[in-house]
């Protein structure tokens, strides 16, 4: 079991940066997948990016690319996603997933992920 905490979200303007946190407990000893989701008010969760164990295969769905980075720290057991150039459309309510896996692959599919947290509010403002 691994249990997922976000942090970091918050209000900011257009243009501006936020950094979220997502802080892995529990079974953290095996490798795991991670990703970010979001989900606007009304609206399906969408995917956002995603990170292989390793760190080395990341992929960021087009809305964000060049705007958004995934990263990782395994020796804090923490995901992170650095926002910058916010847009009003990127308000969201954002969940990071786990999913065991200590191989290359960065998943992206919402039914991969074993493991939510949930969730920081993130809200742009113009």
Known sequence: QVQLVESGGGLAQAGGSLRL?????????????????????????????AISWSGGNTYHTGSVKGRFTISRDNAKNTVYLQMSRLKQEDTAVYCCAAKYSSGTYAFTRESEYDYWGQGTQVTVSS
């Open 21 to 49: 946190s997502c802080a892995a407990s529990g079974s953290t000893s095996s490798k795991y997948a991670a990703s970010w989701f979001r989900q606007a008010p009304g609206k399906e969760r969408e995917f956002v990016a």
